[in-house]
């Protein structure tokens, strides 16, 4: 089926340990987005990529960092986890920025001890 | 800052009732807003969206109400089901800008 494919589904990391946060979308959309979604704080946008090639930092950009690898994959990269990056983080898609039916993924849980 | 809020945080309805959801926003500038539905264990999904030149907007069940002059939009929900039981998210942004404000959710449970 068409849609936002995350992996993996769910990750317990060390402090200090990395991973990276994989996102494909198999819908031809331009724009790619990342967010993390805490308790009673909404979804936040970490950094979205407005097309192949750009990356722009979103509200909450500080501990992480990003590749679009190409129109399909965009990545999200922890370095050096902490427990403040405990979250589930959706990856989300749209055909166009500004064209705001985005696509999500079913999001990955990630704790950080 | 500008943020987007709900009025409530959880709501219940009985089954085959309707149900609002209210949402307030502070950023004048905005005007583009869209409603998203996260089940349980999924990633949210776009319901419906409204631009600033309109006042209402109907779907398939649901209604969205926009009054500017307030700053508050709803989410009509029409004969509730169980299947709408979920948390629904409010967003704004300046159509064409990347950026969307999420609001903090409602939680509607529906009563069988």
Known sequence: ?????QTPKFQVLKTGQSMTLQCAQDMNHNSMYWYRQDPGMGLRLIYY????????KGEVPNGYNVSRLNKREFSLRLESAAPSQTSVYFCASSAQTGIYGYTFGSGTRLTVV | GESVGLHLPTLSVQEGDNSII???YSNSA?????????ESGKGP???IDIRSNMDKRQGQRVTVLLNKTV?????????TQP???AVYFCAESQFGNEKLTFGTGTRLTIIP
């Open chain 2, 71 to 79: 700053k508050h939009l709803s989410l009509q929900i029409a004969a």
């Open chain 2, 22 to 24: 209210n949402c307030a």
């Open chain 2, 30 to 38: 905005s005007d583009y807003f869209i409603w998203y539905k996260q």
């Open chain 2, 45 to 47: 999904q776009f319901i």
């Open chain 1, 49 to 56: 990529s407005a097309s192949e090639g750009t990356t722009d």
């Open chain 1, 1 to 5: 089926n068409a849609g936002v494919t």
């Open chain 2, 83 to 85: 299947g709408d039981s």
